[in-house]
């Protein structure tokens, strides 16, 4: 089977006025279609770079990053929701597609069925403030689902919430990446959330980065992320990475 | 209202009493104001030459009125701060689009904008009439040279303080510069733009007056400079408090619109 996204040998540096520094070094892996790939690495090893170059947002200084298709679509899903305050819910949803020019009676239809199906029905003609802020990054993962993105980057999407909240709404947002069938990589720094949501992670050395490791996570009793972090294989994952993060005070 | 509890009715009321001294206490200063000011002058205990005496200012004001000159003086001004108001407010949002626009462009003129800024315009005073003449033109050029490069500086300061990951969103959506302007530097900015256009209007009214003290013929600020020329205390005075209260009618108009309008 082809790789979804196939990123070789990346490098990336940044330029200013007193200094060139090396954000990644050489990083290379694949993404096959439909798979939940994490990253985890200290902070400030280039993993938002590497998500930003992957979106367009910034150009790599060299080696290749190829699709499976042209014109792949990418949704990209940040730490703050980004909401428009002065939008409501549901025309915050539409953001992407009338951005697109691609609003009409069926893609509307679309935001409109997932907005229901994941319990912001009641929601959609109220503003922002009006919500609380697991539902406010809720609808951020709907906005990105409108446009249909073929691949979903989430950059430490959780980290702004409190814990409580944060659990849950990984643990729902795995079941809407998974139920939609999209292929998904998200960067944290929150070994737990990596261990119970990834298929596959991918662990990052210090700036400059290189892949340092890779986890293929097997669970004999994988279901979703918060009963994944019940498994007995959980923690023996969670030590073995904490290990090569090789955190020091 | 009835579905209220009674612990939150006794809270509107207390509001609603608070409110009520208020507005109370301020009335009763500007009578005692008057009533001192007055006294003071009947007495003789001030000389109403050079301080008026508000018997004297309403007797003017009268004088004005019968003499067709009151609504005259007041409409120049209003219609000069307002014709400033909305050039200087159409050259703030061009200029400040601009300079948006074109991050080169701004950083070009950061060093000018600053200095014009801080420049004071009444020095540029002398010269504005000598290019411009002395005539509305030169009034209305004055105001533009106080309130215009205020306004563009407080638009643009908007435009480019808007959260970096909005724009980082958009651009995820492939958004062109023209859409990320449309669809959130501008909606994202209402309340800076309408607090740029209180400024304006503030600024207009100040460059207008000074502009009537200077030349003009006509005009509440006009009128101010011939009765100090001509020792007349209570034109002056009198002048100074239309000017009041036309100067806060106006911010009550804009508060108005603002409100009317969100
Ligand atoms: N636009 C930029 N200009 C210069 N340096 C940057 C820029 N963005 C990121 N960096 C640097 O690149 C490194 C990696 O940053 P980042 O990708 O944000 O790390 P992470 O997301 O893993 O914490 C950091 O040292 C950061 O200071
Ligand atoms: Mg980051």
């Known amino acids: 089977m082809k790789p979804i996204l196939s990123i070789q040998h990346l490098k990336k540096n940044y330029h200013d006025k007193n200094d060139e520094i090396t954000a990644i070094e050489d990083i290379t892996f694949e993404v096959n279609d439909k798979e939940f790939v994490a990253i985890v690495g200290p902070s400030g090893c280039g993993k938002s770079t590497l998500l930003s170059i992957l979106t367009g947002l910034d150009k790599e200084s060299s080696g290749t990053i190829q ?3 042209e014109n792949l679509k990418i949704g990209y899903m940040l730490q703050k929701d980004s909401l428009f305050p002065w939008r409501t819910i549901l025309e915050n949803c539409y953001l992407g597609l009338e ?32 919500l609380s802020g697991g539902m406010r990054q809720r609808v951020a993962l709907i906005r990105t689902l409108a446009t249909d ?3 979903l980057l989430l950059d430490e999407a959780f980290s702004a919430l409190d814990y409580q909240t944060r659990l849950a709404l ?58 994944n972090r019940k498994c007995p294989e959980f923690s023996i994952y969670y030590d073995e990475i904490w290990r090569d993060l090789d955190v020091h005070l | 209202m009835s579905t209220y509890s009674e612990e939150h009715q006794h809270f509107l009321k207390k509001l609603k009493r608070r409110k009520r001294s208020v507005v109370l206490t301020q009335i009763l200063i500007i009578v005692l104001f008057l009533v001192i000011w007055q006294l003071l002058a009947s007495f003789k205990l001030i000389n109403t030459f050079t301080f008026s005496s508000p018997w ?44 948006w626009w074109f991050p080169f462009l701004a950083d070009v003129f950061d060093p000018y904008l600053t200095v014009l800024n801080s420049l004071p315009k009444v020095a540029l005073g002398p010269l504005i009439i000598i290019w411009v003449g002395a005539s509305m033109h030169s009034i209305i ?9 205020i306004t563009i500086i407080n638009i643009y300061n908007g435009f480019v303080s808007i959260d970096k990951d909005y724009i980082k969103l958009l651009k995820s959506f492939h958004a062109s510069k023209k859409q990320i302007f449309f669809e959130l530097i501008l909606p994202g900015n209402r309340g800076n733009i309408i607090n740029a256009l209180k400024i304006n209007i503030s600024m207009s009214l100040i460059g207008v ?15 101010i400079m ?15 408090v239309i000017l009041g209260i036309v100067s806060y009618l106006m911010y009550y108009v804009i508060n108005w619109i603002e409100k009317k309008s969100s």
């Open chain 2, 209 to 223: 007056i000074m502009g009537e003290l200077l030349v003009s013929k006509e005009g509440l600020g006009y009128l």
């Open chain 1, 149 to 151: 993105p073929d691949i």
């Open chain 2, 56 to 99: 004297d200012v309403i007797k003017t004001t009268i004088h004005l009125f019968e003499t067709n000159q009151l609504w005259n003086h007041i409409g120049i001004t209003v219609y000069e701060t307002l014709l400033s108001f909305l050039i200087a407010g159409i050259i703030g949002l061009v200029f400040a689009t601009l300079l």
């Open chain 1, 67 to 69: 699709f499976e298709k």
């Open chain 2, 141 to 149: 050029f004055m105001a533009l040279m106080i309130s215009a490069i």
């Open chain 1, 170 to 227: 990984s643990d729902d947002v795995y079941r809407i990446i998974k139920k939609e069938g999209k292929t998904a990589i998200m960067v944290t720094h929150d070994l737990g959330e990596a261990i119970s949501m990834a298929d596959r992670i991918i662990v990052l050395s210090k700036r400059p980065s290189k892949v340092k490791k890779e986890y293929i996570i097997e669970m004999k009793d994988k279901k979703n992320p918060i009963h």
């Open chain 2, 226 to 240: 011939y009765g100090s020329q001509v020792f007349n205390i209570n034109l002056v005075i009198t002048s100074v």
């Open chain 1, 99 to 130: 951005i697109n020019h691609n609003l009409n009676d069926e893609t509307k239809e679309r935001v409109l069925n997932l907005l229901k199906t994941y319990g912001l029905g009641d929601f959609i003609n109220k503003y922002p403030n009006s």
